[in-house]
């Protein structure tokens, strides 16, 4: 059946040249050791240095400076970082690889390794089999044996409700859940990825599953290079294909049900938790073990920003949106400001240079989503790199500009960073 087109979407759109720059392979003495059995309950009193030594540091790491703003007090999670979307500029963070349980944030790994593999319009019969394994508990987005699904259909799935039954039907379809998770794990060492060593490929709680906020947020960064994952991280509401029944005059129907984004700054469906102006993703989660943890994504003021928070110690109800738009906030505020603390690093097969006005590439994975951005508007530009290398930028906006919060389009230079040699 054909997907559903989705509505309510506040979308990246980040269609770029990317450009490419030294390979950035950690040094050995730089590189985290092996994951330990499970997240620890101090943070350790040294951790990887992979983006920088500072960042290696328990506690709070930030540069304040004269015209810096202090940062916001009533912060409790256990580990956080406020990155730079374009530059990867590490503007402040506290524990930044501090290993804890991920929650649903994995996903975004799992996105970033899957999406790839299968178009959007691909139709899969769902059997008992696909189904099985998932812990108990799990959320579910509503996936029904002997039911037929679009990819789309499935992926709106994982990033809106965090369905687990949607992410063991596409490991399934990618060979099985052994497999993906190996596939996981070697994608999160290409990302350099070293805190993070993935047992389930949904985020549900598992001994030695573990990542950490400066990983998180690369897969994040790394995600976000793909139209779909863009699109899909960023839609607010969509409809979901339910039960095949017989109505009241015996005619076999199938209609479809609403689901929308459990990102609380996206949906703004709590009354506690506003929508955050300039929001456009990326993946929330919550277990027993991992608390609350958040991967956001916001564009304010030609400033793109990523934070991630991971276990706020306090249980106010939504506190992980809370701290992480007071971070948000404050990242917003000191951007171009405050020096940064460290860097998220590109991945290991990154080499070579994009010049300016290459042609720009749309990052699409699987394939266009049905209900995605459409129109013949296009726009491309070039802009400096910060940063020692001095080489340029190519970018282009492809299929039009969607309006976000506050009247603004989103539009992001992508770039991976040069970095600095440790």
């Given at each position: ?88 500029e590490v503007l402040a963070a506290h524990n930044a690889h501090w290993r804890l349980a991920p929650a649903s944030t994995m996903k975004m790994l799992f996105a970033d390794t899957v999406l790839p593999k299968f178009p959007a319009s691909t139709q899969h019969k769902v059997v008992a089999t696909d189904l099985a394994g998932m812990g108990a508990g799990s959320s579910l987005v509503g996936i029904k044996e002997n039911e037929t699904y679009t990819v789309h259909d499935l992926w709106l799935g ?67 290079q793909k139209k779909d994952f863009r699109e899909y991280c960023s839609t607010v509401k969509a409809e979901f294909p339910g039960e095949t029944k017989k109505d009241k005059s015996g005619k076999v129907i199938r209609q479809p049900f609403e689901i929308q984004n ?161």
């Amino acid at each position: 059946m054909p997907a559903h087109r989705t509505t309510g979407r506040r979308s990246l759109l980040v269609t770029s040249a990317t450009l490419l720059s030294l390979a950035l392979t950690a040094p050995a003495a730089l590189a985290a050791p092996a994951p330990p059995p499970s997240p620890s309950v101090t943070p350790p009193a040294s951790m990887s240095q992979v983006g920088g030594a500072q960042l290696g540091r328990p506690g709070t790491q930030v540069n304040l400076a004269a015209g810096v703003p202090v940062l916001p007090k009533d912060v409790t999670a256990r580990s956080w970082i406020v990155a730079d979307a374009e530059s990867g500029e590490v503007l402040a963070a506290h524990n930044a690889h501090w290993r804890l349980a991920p929650a649903s944030t994995m996903k975004m790994l799992f996105a970033d390794t899957v999406l790839p593999k299968f178009p959007a319009s691909t139709q899969h019969k769902v059997v008992a089999t696909d189904l099985a394994g998932m812990g108990a508990g799990s959320s579910l987005v509503g996936i029904k044996e002997n039911e037929t699904y679009t990819v789309h259909d499935l992926w709106l799935g994982v990033f809106l409700r965090s369905g687990n039954d949607a992410v063991h039907v596409l490991s399934s379809m990618n060979g099985g859940v052994e497999a993906t998770v190996k596939e996981m794990n070697q994608h999160a060492e290409e990302l350099q990825a070293l805190d993070t060593h993935v047992v389930s490929p949904d985020g549900y709680d598992a001994p030695g599953q573990v990542s950490s906020a400066y990983d998180l947020t690369l897969f994040a960064r790394s995600g976000l290079q793909k139209k779909d994952f863009r699109e899909y991280c960023s839609t607010v509401k969509a409809e979901f294909p339910g039960e095949t029944k017989k109505d009241k005059s015996g005619k076999v129907i199938r209609q479809p049900f609403e689901i929308q984004n459990t990102n609380r700054l996206l949906s703004g469906t709590d009354h506690d938790v506003p929508v955050y102006q300039g929001i456009a993703g990326v993946k929330n989660g919550n277990t027993t073990n991992a608390g609350a943890t958040f991967t956001g994504v916001a564009e304010r003021g030609g400033h793109v920003l990523l934070v991630t928070v991971m276990h706020p110690e306090k249980s106010e109800h939504n506190e992980v949106y809370k701290e992480t738009s007071r971070l948000l906030d404050w990242g917003f505020q000191a951007a171009g400001k405050v020096q940064p603390v460290g860097e998220l690093v590109a991945p290991k097969s990154v080499s070579g240079a994009a010049q300016p006005g290459a042609t720009a590439s749309s990052g699409t994975a699987g394939g266009t989503a049905s209900g995605g951005v459409s129109g013949g508007r296009a726009a491309a530009s070039a802009a400096t790199a910060s940063g020692s290398s001095g080489m340029g930028i190519a970018f282009g906006i492809a299929g039009g500009v969607l309006v976000l919060l506050g009247g603004g389009a989103f539009v992001v230079n992508r770039r991976w960073p040069a970095g600095r040699r440790h």
